[in-house]
């Protein structure tokens, strides 16, 4: 049983250009959260993505936006990259019927480097 | 400002030496959690706690939540090498909607 997987690992992109993160959730999860982590600080919530609509989102600009398709899986997509988005992407999953926060789990991120 | 503190920031001991890292709030929260990172990896959740005052053992890592359920420690026995990392402690404020981490504790246990 696959867990969560993201793709790419690594992406390097410059200043003012897009970018789209992917994530597959682990078998059997509908529920599918997005996360920032800096280098050195712990991650911060971006959104949450369940039966295909944003439940949730944290304190994010709109320029980071999602996308939650019929199998589940998700997208994350940054418009206009600045600098201060590099950072490591971490997707993460968790039981249907949950709140989606109760036990995650995370994919191993995607790290964007953005120059 | 962060909803989670923690300390220390980082650690650094020699096998088979106790430790204890903390997690601290101003804010109540209905349940903490526990996750290791490792480099190039996602978290991985350890342990949630429920009930103010509630500890719970996982081999050689104790947990304990606070009676206020604004604190937590993690207490690791007899370190190994292997217990190095970043641990992270999360939760949702009571009164909050969103999922907080705190910045971690980096761990480094030598051999």
Redesign the interface.
């Known amino acids: 049983d696959a867990g969560?997987t993201q793709s790419p690992t690594h992406l390097i992109k410059t200043r003012g250009q897009q970018v789209t993160l992917r994530c597959s959730p682990k078998s059997g999860h509908d529920t599918v959260?997005w996360?920032q982590q800096a280098l050195?600080?712990?991650?911060?919530?971006i959104f949450q993505y369940y039966e295909e609509e944003e439940r949730?989102?944290?304190n994010f600009p709109d320029r980071f936006s999602g996308h939650q398709f019929p199998n589940y899986s998700s997208e994350l997509n940054v418009n206009a990259l600045l600098l201060g988005d590099s950072a490591l992407y971490?997707c993460?999953s968790s039981f249907p019927g949950t709140s989606g926060?109760?036990?995650?789990?995370?994919?191993?991120?995607t790290r964007l480097l953005v120059l | 400002t962060q909803l989670?503190e923690?300390s220390p920031q980082f650690l650094s001991i020699q096998e088979g030496e106790n430790l204890t890292v903390y997690c601290n709030s101003s804010s109540v929260f209905s349940?903490l959690q526990w996750y290791r990172q490792e480099p190039?990896?996602?978290?991985?959740?350890l342990v949630?706690v429920v009930t103010g005052g509630e500890v719970k053992k996982l081999k050689r890592l104790t947990f304990q939540f606070g009676d206020a359920r604004k604190d937590s420690s993690l207490h690791i026995t007899a370190a190994q090498p292997g217990d190095t990392g970043l641990y992270?402690c999360?939760g949702?404020p009571l009164y909050g909607?969103?999922?907080?981490?705190?910045?971690?504790t980096r761990l480094s246990v030598l051999p």
Do not use: K, W
């Open positions: 969560v959260s996360y050195g600080q712990g991650p911060q919530f949730q989102r944290g971490l993460a926060q109760e036990t995650q789990y995370f994919g191993p991120g | 989670l923690q349940s190039g990896e996602g978290p991985v959740l949630t992270l999360a949702v909607q969103n999922f907080v981490f705190g910045p971690g």
